[in-house]
Every structure is written in structure tokens, then in C-alpha cells.
């Protein structure tokens, strides 16, 4: 069993910086692919970056390439997503979350375990 709790969200705008932490129990790092999801009002959830592995090798959805980072620091048992030059459509609200190593880490329905959401709002 993983638990998972997202914080860090808030208002910000256009051209700024935020990052959201998700905060681990258990050994999630070696165990599980780590991800960040999204969903904005009627929208589906969305993959935004993902991080598994040793090596951790890490993932990311082309509108945010460049702009994020995600990491993770296993002695805090923590996940990171560092978002800079944020935009108006990065509005939504952010999950993350943890699935099987050998998944697709970009599909949603691959992960077991989920954050309650932490909510970013950008204005232009």
C-alpha cells in the first residue's frame, strides 16, 4: 500500500515558477514509476512527467518539455515538479502518481495508487 500527498499548488502568473512536492510512504522510488498527472475542467487527466528506475530515467509530455522537471529525493521519500514559464493553459489540477515499473507511463489507468490533487491556476 503507497499513500501519496500532493502540495505546492497556487495562483500564479504567466511566466512564473512553482513546485509541487508528493510525499511517499514506503520505498516508491525503486519500487514504482512516479508520475504527474493533470486535469483541467472537462478535460480528461492528462500525463504530464514521470520518473522510474535506478537510473532514473524520466519522461515528459512534449508541451512541457523544457519548461519542467521532475525528480525525486529517496531519502525524503518525495517527488518533485519543478514548473517554470508556466502558461494559462497549465491551469488544472495535479495528481501524482504511482505505478508498476514496466507500464506505460503515460497511461493513467496503469497506476494503482494516486494523490488527493493539488491545484495550480496560472492568469495571463
Known amino acids: 500500500q503507497v499513500q501519496l500527498i500532493d502540495a505546492g499548488g497556487g495562483l500564479v502568473q504567466a511566466g512564473g515558477s512553482l513546485r509541487l512536492s508528493c510525499a511517499a510512504s514506503g520505498r516508491t522510488f525503486s519500487t514504482y514509476t512516479m508520475s504527474w498527472f493533470r486535469q483541467a475542467p472537462g478535460k480528461d487527466r492528462e500525463f504530464v512527467a514521470a520518473i522510474r528506475g535506478s537510473a532514473g530515467d524520466t519522461y515528459y509530455t512534449n508541451s512541457v518539455k523544457g519548461r519542467f522537471t521532475i525528480s525525486g529525493d529517496n531519502a525524503k521519500n518525495t517527488l518533485y515538479l519543478q514548473m517554470n514559464s508556466l502558461k494559462p493553459e497549465d491551469t488544472a489540477v495535479y495528481y501524482c502518481?504511482?505505478?508498476?515499473?514496466?507500464?506505460?507511463?503515460?497511461?493513467?489507468?496503469?497506476?494503482?495508487?494516486w494523490g488527493q490533487g493539488t491545484q495550480v491556476t496560472v492568469s495571463s
Open positions: 502518481a504511482a505505478g508498476p515499473l514496466g507500464s506505460d507511463p503515460t497511461e493513467p489507468t496503469e497506476y494503482a495508487y
